[in-house]
């Protein structure tokens, strides 16, 4: 699904199949430069970056702090990428490597990996520590968005 370098990975089209260049960063939602379709929004953050990227993003964020070493991180890998294609204009999914990041990490105190976090304008409404299938994933992240997108729900968390 992404491909490329850097912080602006090319997307493909889930609706037309055209590439497209997404950047880490931007006020608006990544269209397709060919049909207008909404694109996914994935991202990489870092330690240095991750304010930027994550807690300034207009849309809610979902947050994959994960680990090169952890089979489950690599195993929900594919599902998260699946749910931000599956609600492409509506959330952005960002990736951070505690191993690389140990200060985002740190912040938001990290027991287990990978650890999953839901933020809305900057404050987390949701976390899971520990992967989980598609369908679990699923069910969580529209809990914890809440039916209305105006409506900010308690923060959940799941282990």
Same mark, same amino acid.
């Given at each position: 699904m992404?491909?490329?370098?850097?912080?602006?990975?090319v997307v493909?089209?889930?609706?037309c199949?055209?590439?497209?260049r997404?950047?880490? @960063?931007?006020?608006?939602? /990544?269209? =397709? %430069?060919?049909c207008h379709?909404?694109? +996914?929004w994935?991202?990489e953050?870092?330690?240095?970056?991750f304010t930027?990227?994550a807690?300034?993003a207009?849309l809610p964020?979902l @947050?994959?702090?994960?680990a /090169?070493? =952890? %089979?489950p991180c690599?195993?929900?890998? +594919?599902?998260?990428?699946q749910l931000?294609?599956?609600?492409?204009g509506?959330?952005k999914?960002?990736?951070?490597?505690?191993?690389?990041?140990?200060?985002?990490a740190?912040r938001?105190e990290v027991m287990?990996?990978p650890?999953?976090?839901v933020?809305?304008?900057g404050?987390?409404?949701?976390?899971?520590?520990?992967?989980a299938?598609l369908p679990?994933l699923r069910t969580w992240?529209?809990e914890?968005l809440?039916?209305?997108?105006g409506?900010?729900?308690?923060?959940?968390?799941t282990t």
């Amino acid at each position: 699904m992404t491909a490329g370098t850097g912080r602006e990975p090319v997307v493909t089209c889930p609706n037309c199949g055209m590439r497209n260049r997404v950047p880490a @960063v931007g006020t608006g939602r /990544p269209a =397709c %430069g060919n049909c207008h379709a909404h694109l +996914p929004w994935i991202a990489e953050a870092g330690d240095a970056d991750f304010t930027e990227i994550a807690e300034r993003a207009p849309l809610p964020v979902l @947050v994959d702090l994960w680990a /090169p070493w =952890c %089979g489950p991180c690599r195993m929900v890998s +594919p599902a998260l990428e699946q749910l931000a294609t599956e609600r492409a204009g509506r959330i952005k999914l960002v990736k951070v490597d505690i191993d690389a990041n140990p200060g985002t990490a740190r912040r938001f105190e990290v027991m287990a990996v990978p650890t999953l976090l839901v933020l809305r304008r900057g404050d987390v409404v949701a976390r899971q520590a520990g992967a989980a299938p598609l369908p679990t994933l699923r069910t969580w992240l529209d809990e914890s968005l809440g039916a209305d997108a105006g409506t900010t729900p308690h923060a959940k968390e799941t282990t």
